[in-house]
T-cell receptor, first 109, second 117 residues
Framework: EDQVTQSPEALRLQEGESSSLNCSYTVSGLRGLFWYRQDPGKGPEFLFTLYSAGEEKEKERLKATLTKKESFLHITAPKPEDSATYLCAVQGYGQNFVFGPGTRLSVLP | GAVVSQHPSRVICKSGTSVKIECRSLDFQATTMFWYRQFPKQSLMLMATSNEGSKATYEQGVEKDKFLINHASLTLSTLTVTSAHPEDSSFYIC?????????????FGEGSWLTVV
């Protein structure tokens, strides 16, 4: 059974304090690993898709990396507007998308 | 990027009535759409998977007769909450899976807040 866990559950950072969020997964053949950002009361916003171990993608202060067992979302010099819940999802060869529980990030000014 | 539109964004209905929520993929065809429910500060709960032209597949514990899903075209899926009760009040989110040029990615709608009074 495909599974996704995320850690930490919640993270509080000071503005400018870089950190990483973890997404660990087990899947029967990885078709893709996805990162989303969700603001309160809104639908998740797509950030990245990673397809194979070693792949990296960047967008502004965010960088996502992928290994065979986990993905990291690195946040460099975060700003308060980066505060949100970050969701990770995987799609295996069974084609189902499995979401993790998310990490609630708070960036304090 | 691909856009998924959900309507209405907020709806209030009386207990016992039915309410329909629409989910449209605006710039791509979605053979598969998904419906989720989300409680405050909790993760997404998949309710059902909707395939165009066929019956939806419901997750365990989700009442098929209460949450009617129709995916009549490649760009539109609807969720109808029938005989709504206050416990059905929640945030409902749809998503659509793209393929082709946009890649195999799920894009989400903005969500719909349902309040049953």
């Amino acid at each position: 059974e495909d599974q996704v866990t995320q850690s930490p559950e919640a993270l509080r950072l000071q503005e400018g304090e870089s950190s990483s969020l973890n997404c660990s997964y087990t899947v029967s053949g990885l078709r893709g690993l996805f990162w989303y950002r969700q603001d309160p009361g809104k639908g998740p916003e797509f950030l990245f898709t990673l397809y194979s171990a070693g792949e990296e993608k960047e967008k502004e202060r965010l960088k996502a990396t992928l290994t065979k067992k986990e993905s990291f979302l690195h946040i460099t010099a975060p700003k308060p507007e980066d505060s949100a819940t970050y969701l990770c999802a995987v799609q295996g060869y069974g084609q189902n998308f499995v979401f993790g529980p998310g990490t609630r990030l708070s960036v304090l000014p | 990027g691909a856009v998924v539109s959900q309507h209405p964004s907020r709806v209030i209905c009386k207990s016992g009535t039915s309410v329909k929520i629409e989910c449209r993929s605006l710039d791509f065809q979605a053979t598969t759409m998904f419906w989720y429910r989300q409680f405050p500060k909790q993760s997404l709960m998949l309710m059902a998977t909707s395939n165009e032209g066929s019956k939806a597949t419901y997750e365990q514990g989700v009442e098929k007769d209460k949450f009617l899903i129709n995916h009549a075209s490649l760009t539109l899926s609807t969720l109808t909450v029938t005989s709504a009760h206050p416990e059905d009040s929640s945030f409902y989110i749809c998503s659509a899976r793209s393929g082709g040029r946009a890649g195999n990615t799920i894009y989400f709608g903005e969500g719909s807040w349902l309040t049953v009074v």
